[in-house]
């Protein structure tokens, strides 16, 4: 008994979280503009919504049903944003601004392939260069790295624009550009690490073997 009981509430469980999750992922993709990818979601959804909901209603009286199924909802809440953290759809509009106009994060930045528009502005304390860069979302984390490298000191505020039409950009980031530089810089990191970790074990050896000698 205990046992179908048990069967019963991570059934309900499991169908709950797949259920939220996809409709999440759903709303997502259809603020997105991704009706047809956002529709097969919803299909698949409700198919599962309603046999999680029908094993509730045949099941009432029993309350571990009620809660697995309340639990189910909000876990698949956290689960459908992870996923759509992961799949990073989309892009990102990045408007900086930077106290100093000589630092060349134009030319820099569009080396690396993002779509930067720069012009120079007027702040309360001087001369500032205003910057609008857009990157797809899977390296908007990259971005603000490179930035803070470039000017620690940038005022960064960000937003996702719905529509993006014209421009050369787009056509650059279908050749993978951005890709390309942000896994040069890995490996060069990775290197840097490598040589920093072989650097700092040296003298360690060499201290084992001052340690390990002794006078006969």
């Known amino acids: ?71 189910g909802y909000g876990i698949g809440v956290i689960v459908g944003s992870k996923i759509e953290e992961r799949l990073a759809l989309g892009y990102i509009t990045v408007n900086v601004i930077s106290s100093d106009p000589d630092i060349s994060f134009t030319k820099e930045l569009r080396a690396k392939g993002y779509g930067v528009t720069s012009w120079y502005a007027y702040g309360m304390d001087g001369d500032r260069l205003s910057m609008q860069i857009l990157t797809p979302r899977k390296y908007e984390l990259h971005l603000y790295e490179t930035i803070k490298t470039m000017d620690p000191k940038a005022f960064i505020i960000s937003y996702e624009p719905k529509h993006i039409n014209g421009g050369f950009w787009v056509k650059q980031v279908k050749k993978g550009k951005i890709k390309q530089s942000v896994e040069a810089e890995e490996i060069e990191r990775s290197k840097a690490e490598e040589q920093t970790n072989e650097t700092a074990e040296q003298p360690k050896e060499e201290t084992v073997r001052t340690n390990g000698q002794r006078d006969d």
């Not at 009981?5 to 503009?33: D, E, H, P, Q, W």
């Not at 599962?48 to 639990?71: C, K, M, P, Q, S």
């Open 1 to 71: 008994m205990l046992e179908s009981a048990m069967i019963m509430v991570s059934i309900i469980l499991a169908i709950n979280i797949i259920y939220v999750s996809f409709s999440t992922i759903r709303v997502i993709l259809t603020l997105k503009g991704q009706k047809y990818i956002a529709a097969t979601i919803g299909t698949v959804e409700i198919i599962i919504y309603t046999l999680g909901l029908g094993l509730v209603l045949d099941n009432l009286d029993r309350i571990e049903n009620l809660l697995a199924y309340g639990i």
